[in-house]
């Protein structure tokens, strides 16, 4: 399976420059924990970094941070891992798993943002392999007791 099957396409992005109270509403309005932090380059956006709502509580709120000037650029994971949109599910674990990431922002051969996968993708598109694979058993079952009768 491949990453461009089961990615968000319309990801949720914002500035380097986008101030915590407009991080937080684009968040709200996008029913999401994370915004990719995109630089705009000819024309595409090129994945930056990401911002989390756990970013903005622990190192922003805690700390006592003014949050009315405080910038998604102070605060934002800078250390992106990203992920094309033609590799395979298992490249994206394994890569989630070494970087102890749960979210990887999907890119073009270009480098230009089209989607992301987060964890919770993966664990959707898992369980759904797994319900085929009981519906086959079921079936198998199913077809043993049609036999005997």
């Known amino acids: 399976m491949l990453l461009k099957d089961i990615c968000t396409l319309n990801v949720a992005c914002c500035s380097r420059d986008t101030g915590l109270y407009e991080a937080a509403r684009l968040m709200r309005q996008h029913h999401t924990g994370n915004l990719v932090v995109v630089d705009e380059m000819d024309a595409r956006r090129a994945p930056a970094g990401i911002v989390t709502d756990r970013d903005i509580v622990i190192h922003a709120l805690a700390s006592e941070r003014d949050l009315a000037t405080t910038r998604v650029a102070d605060i934002m994971s800078a250390q992106v891992v990203i992920a094309e949109v033609s590799e395979t599910?298992?490249?994206?674990?394994?890569?989630?798993?070494?970087?102890?990431?749960r979210r990887l922002p999907l890119v073009?051969?270009?480098?230009?943002?089209?989607?992301?996968v987060t964890l919770d993708d993966l664990f959707a598109a898992h369980a759904k392999q797994a319900l085929e694979l009981a519906a086959i058993l079921a079936k198998e079952q199913d077809q043993e007791q049609r036999a005997k009768l």
Do not use: C, K, P
């Open 108 to 116: 073009d051969r270009h480098g230009a943002l089209v989607g992301i």
């Open 89 to 101: 599910v298992a490249a994206a674990m394994e890569r989630m798993r070494t970087h102890g990431v």
